[in-house]
């Protein structure tokens, strides 16, 4: 390292160019079979296992109340839970809490995703589903929506600024099932 102030600030900015390049081939990488691959069911539970298993943060409490629910979705469908909690990291503030769960609205079930950080502001609950808008690659929520609609799913952001995010999946009917413990088919 150099102790010139001005090579300092020159290597924190290639640094920080080198990064978003990194994010950018990263996220081109996950996100370039959007579509490609038939949809498939995807355990609920399973799911949330695999997700504890990436995301084990002392600081960060991870919580599931959902059921023994199938979803049937793009492959891809994993990479939409990792993005909400990233985005949690990188924008929520100060937070300890992520809850997954599930509820029944009409014929629809509801997959729920709620943190106890700072939250979104109204004007930006539909903004930050625009594909460019935000502060890292700007296409991670307007993804996980595409994703979502190839089999008819939907994603809105029902939080309250000020208490945390909570981002709502919207499945129908056709699109989830229940099963046993012992199979999850």
């Given at each position: 390292m150099t102790d010139n102030p001005a090579h300092r600030d020159l290597i924190k900015k290639e640094q920080q160019i080198?990064?978003?390049?990194r994010r950018q081939l990263e996220f081109t990488r996950n996100y370039q079979d959007i579509g490609v691959k038939e949809p498939i069911w995807h355990s609920l539970p399973e799911q949330f296992e695999e997700i504890?298993?990436?995301?084990?943060h002392e600081s960060i409490h991870l919580s599931s109340s959902m059921g023994m629910i199938q979803i049937y979705a793009d492959p891809l469908f994993p990479l939409i839970c990792h993005n909400l909690i990233d985005n949690s990291i990188r924008h929520g503030g100060k937070f300890q809490n992520i809850l997954f769960s599930?509820?029944?609205e009409g014929d629809n079930l509801v997959i729920v995703y709620e943190d106890d950080g700072c939250g979104i502001p109204?004007?930006?609950?539909?903004k930050i589903f625009e594909r460019g808008y935000g502060k890292n690659t700007?296409?991670?929520?307007f993804l996980s929506r595409e994703?979502?609609?190839i089999t008819g799913l939907s994603m809105k952001e029902t939080g309250v600024f000020g208490t945390g995010s909570r981002f709502e999946i919207i499945v129908p009917p056709d699109c989830y099932r229940y099963y046993q413990e012992s199979s999850p088919v």
């Amino acid at each position: 390292m150099t102790d010139n102030p001005a090579h300092r600030d020159l290597i924190k900015k290639e640094q920080q160019i080198a990064d978003a390049i990194r994010r950018q081939l990263e996220f081109t990488r996950n996100y370039q079979d959007i579509g490609v691959k038939e949809p498939i069911w995807h355990s609920l539970p399973e799911q949330f296992e695999e997700i504890q298993k990436t995301f084990c943060h002392e600081s960060i409490h991870l919580s599931s109340s959902m059921g023994m629910i199938q979803i049937y979705a793009d492959p891809l469908f994993p990479l939409i839970c990792h993005n909400l909690i990233d985005n949690s990291i990188r924008h929520g503030g100060k937070f300890q809490n992520i809850l997954f769960s599930t509820r029944t609205e009409g014929d629809n079930l509801v997959i729920v995703y709620e943190d106890d950080g700072c939250g979104i502001p109204v004007g930006e609950k539909e903004k930050i589903f625009e594909r460019g808008y935000g502060k890292n690659t700007g296409m991670g929520l307007f993804l996980s929506r595409e994703i979502l609609s190839i089999t008819g799913l939907s994603m809105k952001e029902t939080g309250v600024f000020g208490t945390g995010s909570r981002f709502e999946i919207i499945v129908p009917p056709d699109c989830y099932r229940y099963y046993q413990e012992s199979s999850p088919v």
